[in-house]
DNA sequence: GTAGCCCTTCAAGTCACTTGAAGTTCAAGA
DNA sequence: TCTTGAACTTCAAGTGACTTGAAGGGCTAC
C-alpha cells in the first residue's frame, strides 16, 4: 500500500503541509504515523478526513464546530440530524453576517456618492464627507 | 476647558477604554496628555479623531486602512478623491466577501436540503450527506 | 558526492482587539 | 478624615486559524 507523504496529502486534499500539523497539533486529525526518517506517512482514509474537514472549512464552519462533525462521522450511532442541526445554527449565522456585510456595502455606496456629489473632481481642502465622518 | 478621561472618551466615541490604549500603542491616536495622577486626559479633538475612527472601523476598514484616512483628513493639501479612491477600492472587497458569502449561504441551504431529504428524521447510521463530504 | 527539494521541530508573527492580574488614583459618602 | 468602590494604570497573555521563518535532517537524481 502506497503511503503518502505531508506534501502528497496536502495536494490531494486542497490544503497545505503546516495546516496539516496544525490540524494535528490542535487534534483535529490523529497523530500520523512515521516512516523510517521520522517523516509522516498517510493513506487514503486520511485523503478522506482531511477533505471532508477542508469542505467543513470552506463552508464556513469554524474549528469547533467541525471537531464535533468529525465526531458525528466517526460514531455513526448518533443522529445524521445533529448534523443538520449544527449546519442550521451556522445557516443562521452566515445570513447574520450577510445581513451586516449588506448594510455595509450600503454605506459604503453612499459614502462614495456624497464624495462623488460634495467634492466632485477637484482636490480641494473641504471634504464635506470627512468633516461628516468626525461629527458626533 | 473640561478634559476627559478615558471612560468618558471612550462612551463619547462609542468605543471602551482597552481599544483607545491600544489605538494609542499603534500610534493611530496620539500619546494622550496627563492629569497629575498619570490618567489620561482628553479633549474635545480627540472625540472627534476617535468618532472618526470608530466610524471607519464600523465600515470595515482596516487599522491601516483607516491610518490612511486619518492621515487624509489630517493633511487636508490632499485630495478629498483619495478618500473616495479608498472607499472605492474598499467597496470592491466588501462586494467579493459578500458574493463569497451569498455562495455559502446556497451551500449550507443545499446541505440541509439534501439532510432532509435523505435521512429524513430518523437517528440512521447512513448519512449520505456526511458521506459525500468526505469523498475525493 | 552534491544539488535541490521536501521534510522535521519550534517559535514567533498576523489582526484587532479582549481579558486578567496587580496595583494606583479619584470622587463621594459617613 | 477615613473608607469604599469605581475607574484608572501597566504589562502580559489569550483569541482564531493559521502563516512565516529559522535551523537543520532526509531522499532522490545525476
Redesign the interface.
Known amino acids: 500500500m502506497p503511503s503518502l507523504r505531508i506534501g502528497a496529502l496536502a495536494e490531494?486534499a486542497g490544503t497545505n503541509a503546516p495546516t496539516i500539523r496544525y490540524y494535528e497539533e490542535i487534534g483535529l486529525l490523529r497523530p500520523a504515523d512515521r516512516e523510517v526518517g521520522g517523516q509522516r506517512a498517510y493513506g487514503e482514509e486520511d485523503?478522506?478526513?482531511l477533505?471532508?474537514i477542508r469542505?467543513?472549512r470552506d463552508?464556513?464552519f469554524s474549528i469547533e464546530q467541525v471537531r464535533s462533525?468529525v465526531a458525528?462521522?466517526e460514531d455513526?450511532?448518533?443522529?445524521?440530524?445533529e448534523?443538520?442541526d449544527l449546519?442550521?445554527e451556522?445557516?443562521a449565522a452566515?445570513?447574520a453576517?450577510?445581513d451586516e456585510?449588506?448594510g455595509?456595502?450600503r454605506?459604503?455606496?453612499s459614502?462614495?456618492a456624497s464624495?462623488?456629489a460634495s467634492?466632485a473632481?477637484?482636490?480641494?481642502?473641504?471634504?464635506a464627507?470627512?468633516d461628516d465622518?468626525?461629527?458626533?
Open positions: 490531494r485523503v478522506k478526513r477533505t471532508f469542505r467543513c463552508f464556513g462533525l458525528l462521522v455513526r450511532e448518533r443522529s445524521c440530524m448534523a443538520r449546519a442550521q451556522h445557516l452566515v445570513r453576517k450577510l456585510l449588506k455595509l456595502e454605506s459604503v455606496v459614502f462614495i464624495c462623488d467634492c473632481g477637484g482636490p480641494g481642502p473641504d471634504c464627507i470627512l465622518l468626525t461629527k458626533p
